[in-house]
């Protein structure tokens, strides 16, 4: 059942949610600037582990519905993908996938204990996670993705711009008082 098209409609839509998981988990971190002493809200640590759960949701149906199971057809599968899009048959994505599957459930199971423990999550580390996983959701949707997705995310950088100037305005504000 998981090899039909069904499982791969499925594939499509975890992904789907866990993007939409990412976006808003920066929209939450761009509307709570102010409050980055105090430990992860509620809101970030659910959608960032719904984000999680959806994208190894989508990993492992991707990998059956797609590849048949097989780690050798879904290399090669990335390195078709990856010629027709830039040029050069590489097929090494998959591994930097997987290392988005290990860094994003390490760091959902650290805002947890954050939370838990009422402990400030580092920013450093938060802003890392952030860059690595901008540059992961730039590739897979605009680069990788069809067309439309170019157009969602530059309304997407729109949104997030006006959040964080919006989220800033108050403490700009403030100092000049």
Known sequence: MLDSPLGQELA???IRIAVLCYVARVGLDLRNLHHDRLPPGR????????GCAMYLLHVFLAFVAFHNGSHAA???FTAIETERVVGVRRGEGVWVNYFLAVVWSADVIRLMRCRCRDRVASIA???AVHGFFAVMMFSATVV???GYYRWLF???VMV???VWMTARRPKAMQQKN
């Open 12 to 14: 499509r839509w975890a």
């Open 43 to 50: 809101a970030v640590v659910w959608v960032w582990s719904l």
């Open 74 to 76: 879904a290399v090669e």
């Open 125 to 127: 580390l938060t802003r």
């Open 144 to 146: 990788f993705g069809p």
């Open 154 to 156: 530059g309304i997407v």
């Open 160 to 162: 997030w711009l006006a």
